[in-house]
């Protein structure tokens, strides 16, 4: 799984971050595993490279819109959606969890989707995921 965050680092050039980003894009492009992204989390990522209060340089919507459809248009990139077990699945997550609240259910709804479809491994920066059981973090942006 990639989260939106390594995905803006990778649009944004001016980022500190870009390169490493860029890198790990390239890897998934010529690797065979199987890549994943969420609806939320290309949604996330439309929403912040277009809004120019957030983004340095905001992309167009087409820019934006190519950006991702350049990464899921390859076999080995694959959208996660809910199935019929999500709620099932997103309140034994929640019922793990202390006390989840406010902004923390846009993670957790990535945190089920993974659970749902049996990923465990997210790249992201994102230290939030430190606490959903089973998922592994992986922070390709760290020294």
């Known amino acids: ?4 965050n390594v995905l803006l680092y990778a649009a944004n050039a ?3 971050e870009n390169a490493a980003a860029v890198e790990l894009l390239t890897r998934t492009a ?3 595993e199987v890549w994943y992204l969420t609806e939320g989390i290309c949604y996330e990522f439309l929403r912040v490279s277009t809004h120019p209060a957030v983004f340095p340089r905001p992309l167009s919507a087409a820019e934006a819109l190519s950006f991702l459809g350049a ?3 390859r076999e080995t990139f694959l959208l996660l ?3 019929a077990r999500h709620w099932k699945t997103l309140g034994e997550l929640v019922a793990e969890l202390h006390h989840p609240a406010g ?3 846009f993670d957790i709804r990535t945190a089920t989707l993974m659970r749902e479809h049996g990923v465990r491994k997210i790249y992201t ?3 939030d995921y430190l606490q959903f059981p089973g998922v592994e973090t992986v922070d390709p942006l760290a020294g």
């Open 71 to 73: 990464l899921l248009e």
């Open 30 to 32: 010529a690797s065979a």
């Open 81 to 83: 959606a809910a199935s």
């Open 125 to 127: 920066s994102d230290r």
């Open 1 to 4: 799984m990639l989260d939106a």
């Open 103 to 105: 902004n923390l259910f």
């Open 14 to 16: 001016d980022a500190p």
